[in-house]
């Protein structure tokens, strides 16, 4: 049975940080296309990031560069987003996603692409 968890959301002011965290179980992340996805009531969900995990090559999304940092444990099996200078339009409810992946160049925020998914991890950013 395959299962991704988020976990590390919370209530912070802007500049502050706070650290995500996807553990998967089920299911090996190796050689994998790891998302993080953004979503707000109303709104569609964003991509904001993704890892490919052989490798540990990134991208970002404009609104998060410089901001925001994706990295990951093998050993745990589980995947990071660091988030710093956090800012009140970072408020969502944060997804990690995954799906297998053949190399960085087929690893992109793309969210038709991913079939697991976690439940969801809740980021509040006000003042």
């Known amino acids: 049975q395959v299962q991704l968890v988020e976990s590390g959301g919370g209530s912070v002011q802007p500049g502050g940080s706070l650290r995500l965290s996807c553990a998967a179980s089920?299911?090996?992340?190796?050689?994998?296309?790891v998302g993080w996805f953004r979503q707000v009531p109303g709104k569609e969900r964003e991509g904001i990031g993704t890892i490919f995990t052989f490798g540990g090559v990134t991208k970002y999304a404009d609104s998060v560069k410089g901001r925001f940092t994706i990295s990951q444990d093998n050993d745990k099996n589980t995947v990071y987003l660091q988030m710093d200078s956090l800012k009140v339009e970072d408020t969502g409810m944060y997804y990690c996603?995954?799906?297998?992946?053949?190399?960085?160049?087929?690893?992109?925020?793309?969210?038709?692409?991913?079939?697991?998914w976690g439940q969801g991890t809740q980021v509040t950013v006000s003042s």
């Open positions: 089920g299911y090996g992340l190796s050689r994998n296309c």
């Open positions: 996603a995954a799906r297998r992946a053949l190399a960085a160049w087929d690893c992109s925020a793309v969210e038709a692409d991913f079939g697991y």
